[in-house]
Structure formats: C-alpha cells, structure tokens
C-alpha cells in the first residue's frame, strides 16, 4: 500500500512527485537511501543523488583522447593515473553505490566586475575563504560515519578533487547536473558555483536517473573566455586555461596568453561567472567560503616574501601554489595593469633568484614602457 509522505518529514524529494512530497510504500518509509540523503542535507549539503561505479563507460574513452591530445598540460597525474580515474569500478572493485554531492559557494560578488579594478589581483571565488578540500572532506566523512552507524556491515570511501575520481561524469550519472559546454557542472536548481565530493560504498542503494543536458544554443561561456581554451563545446584545452596556467602550470607562460590574463592572479571565473542557469544559483550556507581574500592591491601582493605569502593564505587554496608561482602571476598582472606607478613594485624583482619570477619582472616593466 503506498502513502504521500511530507518532504519535511524526511527531508528529501522525490522528483516524480508532487512538491512537497515524497511517494514510499509504508513499509519503506525508513528507507536507508532516503535518510542518507536527508542527513547529507543537514549536513549541510545543497543536494545528494546516487549512483554506480559502473556507469560512466564513456568516461575512460573521454579521457584517454585529452590526454592523448595533450591538452592536460603538466597534470602528469592525470596520465599516471588514468586507468583508475576512468574506470570507477578498478580503483576500488567492492563498491556498490556511489553517492555524489553538491555543495554551493556561490560569491556574494559579481566576479566579472572585478576585472574593472586593474590595480589589484582578482582570486578565484572558490578560493576566497577556507580550503574546500578541508570543509567538504569534513563533511563527508560525517555523513559517512553515520551511514555505518545505520548499517555497519558496509566499508565507505571518501573522495573530494584530490583521488583519482571522475567527479563530473559521476555527477551527471547522478542526476546532480550536467557537464556544460564548458566542461564545468551546473544545474538547474544550482547554477553552476559548487564543489562536488563522493562517498563510495560496499552498500547496494538504489541509483537516481541521470541528468541530460539543458545548455541547448547557449555559448556565453566559450564567448566569454579570454584566451580561447575551448577548441569546440565540452571540450578544454587545459594548456590555454586560465586557471590552469595560474595554479598547475609551474613555468613561464606563453607570451602570447599573458596579456589575456589581465589581472587574473589565482584561478578564473569568467566561463561560470556567464552562465545563464546562475540565476537560479543556491546561497552558500558555509560562511567560511566567503569574506576573505578579496581583491588584494597588485602592489601589496609584490612585496610578500615566502614567510608573508604563507601567512597571508593560511588556510587558504592559494597557499599550494606556493609564493613564487603567485609572484609570477602578480608581475604579468602588473604588465597588464597600464599603471606606471606599479613599475617599481615589479622592478625589485629583476634580480629574484627564481628565473622565472625575474622574467616575469623583466616583462612586466617593458608592458609598463619602464
């Protein structure tokens, strides 16, 4: 006999339901999939959907034609590890059920207006507060302990950007969202500004469809990036990402891309920032994803030494590039400042005994006429 249950009472709907509902037999109402995604909301998670390791066939073909290409760059571990990373099933052969997990930073800022102010160093939104990898991990791993506690015949494994774990295809194989044209994933109850993490498990629970994607003519974000990284729609060229080039790459950038940098010192927002769906984009409820940061004056950041920058980004994802990376991506900065006044702050460092940050001076003055 089946029953309509209120969403509040268990904290999940379902979608082919009514809003507000949730349709169960009455003796499943204390179904175990349904309590795990209600507590992962509680946690403090926008969204959970389940899935299997086995399905995303496509994924080891997908990745073996990019790195054949070339176009993961220096992500040697992308090469390395690439049998595990596109084939769920062989990097851990027990599991059964995969649950995947969205969780918003959405900026309280217009990123693109950043851009505006050419004197200071725009960072990544993600990477404004606290390091994602700690607070997301953190709360995996309570949802984890807790789905043993319920059922302590089962193994989990936790995973969030730093396994070789195929988060964007798992995903969409979810139901989470679909990966758009820029490679990213957004949803339609989302946008597209949140993390993912997954909880791999020995416990059979039941898969959600998979979501299709809804990008149809749409191409604001190819449109919008500066240095062209998109060879064709779904497709990045990580070698001309921004992001990539600022965090990942670890030499002298292609002088042809450092004037399309403008004053990008961490990461990139552009191709999320122009997506139409963040109009329905879910506030973040973690605070500490915000207010931290910011846009820090371009002159300021030159004159951090290794003990400043360290200090300045406890806590922080740009502390892992390190500070002669970020002092690299602060001179181009400066070169595509315009701003003479910030020739000096660049001229100090011609004689930096990390050859890429004194070429990287030495270019800056020229871009100044200095």
């Known amino acids: 006999m089946a029953s309509w249950i209120s969403e509040r009472a268990l904290g999940v709907l379902h979608p082919q339901t009514p809003a507000g509902y949730f349709y169960q037999e009455e003796e499943a109402v204390d179904d175990l999939k349904s309590r795990l ?17 086995d399905a995303i066939p496509q994924a080891a073909t997908r990745l073996e034609a990019f790195v054949g290409a070339g176009m993961h760059g220096e992500m040697g571990w992308m090469e390395e ?9 062989a990097l851990w052969p027990q599991a059964r059920s995969v649950l995947m997990l969205a969780e918003s930073y959405s900026p309280d800022y217009d990123p693109l207006k950043l851009l505006e102010q050419h004197d200071r160093g725009v ?34 494994k936790v995973f969030v950007d730093t396994a070789p774990v195929m988060e964007k295809p798992l995903a969409q194989a979810a139901g ?9 994933l957004l949803a339609r109850d989302l946008g597209n500004w949140f993390f993912l993490g997954a909880i791999f498990t020995t416990l059979e629970l039941a898969p959600d469809s998979p979501e299709v994607e809804h990008c149809g003519n749409c191409t604001a974000c190819l449109d919008i990036c500066p240095t062209q990284a998109f060879p064709a729609p779904f497709q990045l060229d990580a070698r001309r990402c921004i992001s990539y080039l600022t965090i990942e790459h670890s030499g002298p950038i292609d002088l042809e891309l450092r004037a399309k940098m403008g004053n990008r010192i961490y990461g990139c927002d552009d191709c999320l920032a122009a997506c139409p769906w963040n109009k329905f984009a879910a506030a973040a409820r973690e605070t500490r994803y915000h ?32 500070r002669d990376r970020f002092l690299r991506n602060v001179l181009y900065a400066i070169g ?29 003055l020229a871009q100044l006429g200095a």
């Open 291 to 322: 207010g931290g940061v910011g846009a820090p004056p371009l002159a300021e950041l030159a004159a951090l030494d290794d003990a400043a920058f360290r200090a300045r980004f406890s806590g922080s994802p740009v502390k892992r590039i390190g």
């Open 123 to 156: 960072i990544s939104a993600y990477a404004q507060g606290r390091d994602y990898h700690d607070l997301v991990k953190k709360r995996l791993k309570r949802v984890g302990r807790w789905l043993l506690e319920q059922a302590p015949e089962g193994e989990i």
């Open 37 to 53: 995604v209600g507590k992962a909301l509680e946690e403090g998670f926008s969204k959970a959907r389940v899935t299997t390791p």
């Open 336 to 364: 595509n400042s315009g701003d003479e006044a910030l020739a000096q702050a660049a001229r100090v460092h011609l004689t930096d005994p990390n050859p890429v940050v004194a070429e990287a001076a030495s270019w800056a």
């Open 176 to 184: 989470l969202g679909w990966q758009g044209k820029h490679t990213n």
């Open 81 to 89: 590890r690439r049998v595990w990373r596109g084939d769920p099933t």
